[in-house]
C-alpha cells in the first residue's frame, strides 16, 4: 500500500513539474513575441526619427 501510495505521489508531482515548465514555456514565448513587438517599434522610432532630423 506504501508503495503505490508514494507512486501516486510521484506521479502527481511529475505532472505539477511538467504543468509548471509548460507555464514557464508559454510565458517565454510571451515574452519573445514581446521583444520582438519592442524590436519592431524601436525601428519605427529610428525611421521616424531620421526623417525628422532631415526636415
Do not use: H, P, W, Y
Not at 21 to 46: C, G, H, N, P, Y
Amino acid at each position: 500500500q506504501n508503495l503505490s501510495a508514494s507512486g501516486e505521489e510521484v506521479s502527481a508531482s511529475v505532472e505539477q513539474v511538467t504543468a509548471t515548465i509548460q507555464v514557464q514555456s508559454a510565458m517565454v514565448q510571451q515574452l519573445a513575441s514581446m521583444i520582438e513587438e519592442i524590436d519592431a517599434l524601436t525601428k519605427q522610432l529610428r525611421e521616424a526619427s531620421s526623417k525628422f532630423k532631415t526636415e
